[in-house]
């Protein structure tokens, strides 16, 4: 157990719908990472947040969305899904804002699948 | 965009011999970071090694980094099945903070008994 907790850990939904995929940071950290993993794409970034405010932005379509509460967990809303969007999504933390420097704590990631 | 490229893609190769991945990247770095990740599960950090470093050891892990050829490889020496997994290297760029790391393509690994 990393320490990085995501729920739920599958989701099977179909094309138009919205989901809400959850993430609790390990106990400590204050930023927050979301990325998605596909064959094709690979590991790409989405979005961080550091204590409850966007801090970076990555390849993060308008049809997603993700934000940071007070408690420092993080949701990422997926909506108008597509078939393309089925991937592994990750959430990762780390303490301070500039994770790079000293790594990121993964979790387990939920895997998504539209049908 | 990848800012890491692994190769090479695949590599097999018997139980105790040492491993081999190497990792190329674009732009300048604060430090380069190599993680494992098990058949659909998360990833998890092994080393960093920073931008003023050329080589750094961990356990049976050797990662070394050519930053004038932007380049970096690990070795795991005397593999083990347990050694089965992809292996990433990611990137902290120099010009963006450290505040996101950007992962390569990974190197898939199979450790035969």
């Known amino acids: 157990d990393s320490g990085v907790t995501q729920t739920p850990k599958h989701l099977i939904t179909a094309t138009g719908q919205r989901v809400t995929l959850r993430c609790s940071p390990r106990s400590g950290d204050l930023s927050v990472y979301w990325y998605q993993q596909s064959l094709d794409q690979g590991l790409q970034f989405l979005i961080q947040y550091y204590n409850g405010e966007e801090r970076a932005k990555g390849n993060i379509l308008e049809r997603f969305s993700a934000q940071q509460f007070p408690d420092l967990h993080s949701e990422l809303n997926l909506s108008s899904l597509e078939l393309g969007d089925s991937a592994l999504y990750f959430c990762?933390?780390?303490?301070?804002?500039?994770?790079?420097?000293?790594?990121?704590?993964f979790g387990s990631g939920t895997r998504l699948t539209v049908v | 965009s990848q800012q890491g490229e692994e190769d090479p893609q695949a590599l097999s190769i018997q139980e105790g011999e040492n491993a081999t991945m190497n990792c190329s990247y674009k732009t300048s770095i604060n430090n380069l970071q190599w993680y494992r990740q098990n058949s659909g599960r998360g990833l998890v950090h092994l080393i960093l090694?920073?931008?003023?470093?050329r080589e750094k050891h961990s356990g049976r892990l050797r990662v070394t980094l050519d930053t004038s050829k932007k380049s970096s490889s690990l070795l795991i020496t005397a593999s083990r099945a347990a050694d089965t997994a992809s292996y990433f290297c990611?990137?902290?760029?120099?010009?963006?903070?450290?505040?996101?790391?950007?992962f390569g393509t990974g190197t898939r690994l199979t450790i035969i008994p």
């Open positions: 990611a990137t902290a760029a120099a010009n963006f903070g450290n505040e996101k790391l950007t």
């Open positions: 990762a933390s780390s303490v301070g804002g500039t994770g790079g420097a000293y790594g990121y704590t």
């Open positions: 090694i920073r931008s003023n470093e």
